[in-house]
């Protein structure tokens, strides 16, 4: 086991979540695609709003997918103003 292993097993007990359920590469993968190609503070931020929505029902697999192509479409003229 790794330390983020060990801190998403923590982290879930602390939550009543199960572990399992956790796509940690795909967290990691999006945020990374997020950091690189839009914003570095952008990263934690859409973590959050995958959370939320994951939450509302949203598959986490597919929810991930269109956020990282959203952050590979994104103008790199912009840095961090949204899209016109």
Do not use: I, N
């Amino acid at each position: 086991m790794t330390v983020l292993d060990d801190w998403v097993t923590a982290a879930c007990a602390e939550l009543g979540l199960d572990p399992a359920g956790v796509p940690v590469s795909a967290v990691l993968d999006l945020a990374k695609d997020v950091a690189h190609q839009v914003v570095r503070p952008g990263a934690p931020v859409t973590a959050y709003l995958l959370g939320l929505a994951v939450g509302r029902g949203a598959d986490p697999a597919v929810a991930a997918g269109r956020l990282s192509d959203l952050a590979g479409a994104w103008p790199v003229e912009l840095g961090d103003r949204p899209p016109a």
